[in-house]
């Protein structure tokens, strides 16, 4: 192959040899690259420093002033040229992600697949696979958990050959067997179908990045093996949750965010929680920006070139701000343009690592639930947004998520969200919808879809519906709820109920190839399909003016039966559907 890892090095490292295709060859050396045998010493980088070097993004630190008569749209690489994005670089990838494939499996001893080379069995224990691009780095969290979790469970990584699958695919695979899940990780290269090729039905309404990793897996790895995408990875983890939140009557979506931030904190050493912990008592102490206030919304301010119905602009978050009322509004993520003391800087409060991330969320909601600071979390369906909301407990003010909700068919990816807000979860999760304009890099910046109409009805409730695809209904909630989040939950769980009721078919897991029915389990299908009486309207015993900023520290009663528990040291919600 033309290019060759070089032994002994760590990111592995590799050069190139000229591959005789004259367009390749050339668009190599016109990033500056230097072959094997070209007259000098080899140019030797690792698979992010080439992606990098031949596709950049931005021009490189210490950039030259831009030389008269080169193209406006030329980046400054790191091996000095000027370089412009061209159709050659796609080739180029293809090489050098087929090299990565090798490399990484020889190096940690990982089984690896095409549809040209189908593996010949599936690890040992293994029936299923989640099948996910190296570039999506937002799903790793949900992925380590989902294979901890399910010890049937393997992944199939498709390197795709673009920049960001070769920048960041050696870090993902890092990851993963660094958690010990290196056997069940499997390594996969092949085509795409081409463009404008005839969709498969069983990915109707699923995005390329969803299907095209499945397609590639279901032809490499053994026939017959159950392969989903990766949106179904969070169902995964909340089925895991289902048998611990019976058995403790508590609510699903309490469960797996304990499961969620157990699973990726186990292997942190006590110097990374002791520094964490002592970053999270300077924020909760004067003057720390979370110490002044008896509520808070936490903003995950994400800005990114691609997807830009999740970034947080301007309109979304003076959607947001506009209904804040007394709570304090604090970014994290991307410190915000000026930054300003509303801000938590991840990577200086020693959370850098998605397993410290993690840590952190989980150890913050608590201190916070122990001072008696209500807590809301908002943003866009993003890796940075998911680490925050699931880590740990569930925020006592609940959150909202942003994203296109595509009301005319079943969305996969609302029909994820809407797995882990309910039906059946119960969770404090509200799901705000944008319109498609979102998507666009320049006329989505001023949309903002009903954010505000959400958050006010998850601040102000009861009735705060989550699922955007749904209707407004009925300010009903339940007597003793645990929290004023957990109140709109019941009414989302209940409108969904109603609306849903014989519309939605069974998930028929391990059967079925359609990516949509994979997503929603056969728990949320029951409860969607079981019919149930209207619940009871009733006074929302802490009204907005004055929000319960934490559950009731001493009994739950249930409203049908009278059942009473005591609290251990986290709020808990008695399934009554399940019990009546």
Not at 142 to 160: C, E, F, S
Not at 296 to 313: F, G, K, M, P, S
Not at 425 to 443: K, T
Request: contains cysteine; positive net charge; aromatic residues 6%.
């Amino acid at each position: 192959m033309p290019f060759t890892p070089v032994r002994g090095t760590y990111p592995i490292q590799y050069t190139w040899t000229n591959s005789g295709v004259a367009a390749v060859d050339n668009r190599v050396a016109a990033v500056n690259a230097v072959a094997t045998g070209g007259g000098g010493a080899a140019t030797q980088l690792s698979a992010k420093d080439w992606a990098i070097a031949i596709d950049p993004r931005e021009s490189a630190v210490g950039a030259p002033p831009r030389p008269i008569g080169v193209d406006a749209r030329a980046r400054y690489n790191t091996l000095g040229a000027w370089v412009n994005r061209a159709p050659e670089s796609a080739q180029v990838f293809e090489q050098l992600a087929d090299s990565v494939r090798l490399a990484e499996s020889a190096d940690s001893l990982l089984p690896t697949a095409t549809p040209a080379a189908r593996l010949a069995h599936m690890p040992d224990g293994t029936a299923s696979a989640i099948a996910i691009n190296s570039d999506m780095t937002g799903d790793l969290c949900w992925l380590i958990v989902a294979m901890k979790l399910h010890p049937d469970l393997a992944v199939a990584i498709r390197i795709g050959p673009t920049e960001k699958h070769l920048r960041v695919c050696s870090a993902m695979i890092e990851q993963l067997v660094a958690a010990r899940l290196g056997r069940r990780t499997i390594l996969i290269t092949g085509p795409t179908p081409a463009h404008g090729a005839p969709v498969p039905g069983w990915a109707t309404g699923s995005k390329a990045t969803h299907w095209h990793p499945v397609h590639i897996a279901r032809a490499s790895l053994p026939v017959g093996t159950n392969v989903e995408s990766c949106l179904s990875t969070s169902r995964r983890v909340f089925e895991a949750a289902v048998e611990q939140a019976m058995e403790e009557q508590r609510s699903i979506a309490d469960v797996a965010c304990e499961l969620y931030a157990q699973t990726l904190t186990e292997r942190l050493m006590v110097t990374e929680k002791n520094a964490i912990d002592a970053a999270i008592q300077a924020l909760t102490q004067p003057p720390g920006c979370l110490s002044t206030a008896a509520g808070y919304i936490l903003v995950a301010n994400r800005v990114e070139d691609y997807n830009y119905q999740h970034n947080t602009t301007p309109a979304r978050l003076n959607a947001v701000n506009g209904i804040r009322g007394l709570r304090r509004l604090v970014t994290f993520g991307r410190p915000p343009v000026g930054g300003g003391g509303n801000h938590i800087d991840l990577y200086a409060n020693h959370a850098r690592t998605e397993a410290q991330r993690a840590y952190f969320w989980a150890r913050l909601k608590a201190r916070m639930r122990q001072l008696g600071r209500d807590v809301v979390i908002v943003g866009g369906r993003s890796g940075t947004f998911d680490i925050a909301y699931h880590s740990g407990e569930e925020p006592t003010g609940g959150g909202l998520c942003w994203d296109i909700a595509e009301a005319p068919h079943r969305d996969p990816e609302v029909d994820r969200l809407q797995q882990q807000a309910g039906p059946c979860c119960n969770s404090g999760l509200s799901l705000a919808s944008l319109a498609s304009v979102a998507s666009h890099p320049r006329n989505g910046v001023g949309e903002a879809g009903d954010i505000a109409a959400r958050m006010t009805g998850l601040l102000s409730g009861p009735g705060g519906v989550r699922n955007p695809i749904l209707p407004a209904g009925p300010a009903t909630t339940v007597p003793g709820a645990d929290s004023q989040a957990m109140r709109n939950a019941e009414v989302g769980r209940a409108i969904f109920q109603a609306n849903t009721a014989g519309h939605m078919v069974s998930a028929q897991l391990g059967a079925t190839l359609n990516l949509s029915e994979q997503i929603v389990s056969d728990l949320c299908c029951k409860e969607a399909n079981r019919v149930r009486a209207a619940l009871p309207g009733v006074a929302l015993a802490n009204p907005a003016a004055a929000p319960k900023p934490s559950p009731h520290p001493y009994l739950f009663q249930c409203p049908f039966c009278g059942d009473t528990q005591q609290q251990k040291a986290k709020y808990k919600r008695h399934r009554f559907w399940n019990r009546h």
